[in-house]
Each structure stands twice: as structure tokens, then as C-alpha cells.
Nanobody
Framework: QVQLVESGGGLVQPGGSLRLSCAAS????????AYWYRQTPGKEREPVADIFSDGSTHYVGSVKGRFTISRDNAKNTVYLQMNNLKPEDTAIYYC??????????????WGQGTQVTVSS
């Protein structure tokens, strides 16, 4: 079973930065596309950014120009660099990866979530 291990969340002041990481536990799992989502109490989980195997990226409008998604294929890790953070960015952030294991089958996996709190 592939596990996605997230790290990097925490408390930061408005205008500050954080970098989230999402590492796949198995080297044989080849990530095709990865997503970052976020969720606040009482609201649905919303997509924030995604990155495909060709390197193309997409962002929700509210984070464009502030967040950057990237990947390190050698480390099987996806990152979310978050700059100029705002209080409305406060949420639990989840990574989701779709890819192939050694058996060739595609599967989707979720990280455990990491809390990001932006507050003075």
C-alpha cells in the first residue's frame, strides 16, 4: 500500500511562507498527476493546484502568483511553496497522487493532511 507522507504545515503570520511536502513511500510508485487540496470546517475540500507528468501546472484563482507546485521525480515527492500567505489560506492541506505501481495498475492515494494556520 502506497502512503503519502505530508509535512511542512504550521503557524505563520500573514505575509509569511511555508513549503509543504508530500512524499510517496514506495519508489516503484510512479506519480502521473498530483494535486494539493485544502479544507476548512464546514466546507468541501477544494483543489488548490495540480502538476502533471509533463510538468504542466494549474492553480485556483485565489492562489495564483502566490503558490507554486513542483515535483522531484527522483525523490518521488511533490511540493507546494506558499508565499504571501493570508488568513483565508488557513486550512488542512491534503495531497493526492494518481499513478502506477510496479504492477502497472493506476491508483489514487491521499496524504493524511497537514494544518496550515495563518494568523497574527
Amino acid at each position: 500500500q502506497v502512503q503519502l507522507v505530508e509535512s511542512g504545515g504550521g503557524l505563520v503570520q500573514p505575509g509569511g511562507s511555508l513549503r509543504l511536502s508530500c512524499a510517496a513511500s514506495e519508489r516503484t510508485f510512479s506519480i502521473n498527476v498530483a494535486y494539493w487540496y485544502r479544507q476548512t470546517p464546514g466546507k468541501e475540500r477544494e483543489p488548490v493546484a495540480d502538476i502533471f507528468s509533463d510538468g504542466s501546472t494549474h492553480y485556483v484563482g485565489s492562489v495564483k502568483g502566490r503558490f507554486t507546485i513542483s515535483r522531484d521525480n527522483a525523490k518521488n515527492t511533490v511540493y507546494l511553496q506558499m508565499n504571501n500567505l493570508k488568513p483565508e489560506d488557513t486550512a488542512i492541506y491534503y495531497c493526492n497522487a494518481v499513478g502506477q505501481k510496479a504492477d502497472g495498475k493506476f491508483n489514487s492515494y491521499w496524504g493524511q493532511g497537514t494544518q496550515v494556520t495563518v494568523s497574527s
